[in-house]
C-alpha cells in the first residue's frame, strides 16, 4: 500500500523556520520524482518545489527560490522541506506528491502526480 505522511508544520514567526518532512510507505522514494504543493485558503494548489527521481535535480518557484531546499534522505525513505525566511505569505496547507512520469515542463501540474499526502499546516504569524 502506497501512503505518504506529512509533518513538520506548525505556527512560526515571520522570518523563522520550518523543516516538513513527508515519509513514504509502500515504495521506493527514489524510483519517484516528489513535488512539493501548498494551497492556501480560497487559492489554487501551487507547486513549490520538486526533486526528480533518482538523479535528485531540484526545482524551486520564483516565489521560494533561495529560501527553501527539498532534499531526499534515501535511508529513510523520506524527502524534506526546509523552509528558512518564512513570510506570512507561505502560510498554506503544505501536500508532498509522487510522481513517476514528471518532467520538468509538468512538475508543478497537481494531475501528473500519482500518490499524495494528507497534508500539513505551515502558518507564518507574528
Known amino acids: 500500500q502506497v501512503q505518504l505522511v506529512e509533518s513538520g508544520g506548525g505556527l512560526v514567526q515571520p522570518g523563522g523556520s520550518l523543516r516538513l518532512s513527508c515519509a513514504a510507505s509502500?515504495?521506493?522514494?527514489?524510483?519517484?520524482?516528489i513535488g512539493w504543493f501548498r494551497q492556501a485558503p480560497g487559492k489554487e494548489r501551487e507547486g513549490v518545489s520538486c526533486i526528480s527521481r533518482r538523479d535528485g535535480i531540484t526545482y524551486y518557484a520564483d516565489s521560494v527560490k533561495g529560501r527553501f531546499t527539498v532534499s531526499r534522505d534515501n535511508a529513510k525513505n523520506t524527502v524534506y522541506l526546509q523552509m528558512n525566511s518564512l513570510k506570512p505569505e507561505d502560510t498554506a496547507v503544505y501536500y508532498c506528491?509522487?510522481?513517476?512520469?514528471?518532467?520538468?515542463?509538468?512538475?508543478?501540474?497537481?494531475?501528473?502526480?500519482?500518490?499524495w499526502g494528507q497534508g500539513t499546516q505551515v502558518t507564518v504569524s507574528s
Open positions: 509502500g515504495f521506493t522514494l527514489d524510483t519517484y520524482a
Open positions: 506528491a509522487a510522481g513517476r512520469q514528471i518532467t520538468l515542463p509538468t512538475m508543478t501540474i497537481p494531475g501528473q502526480y500519482d500518490y
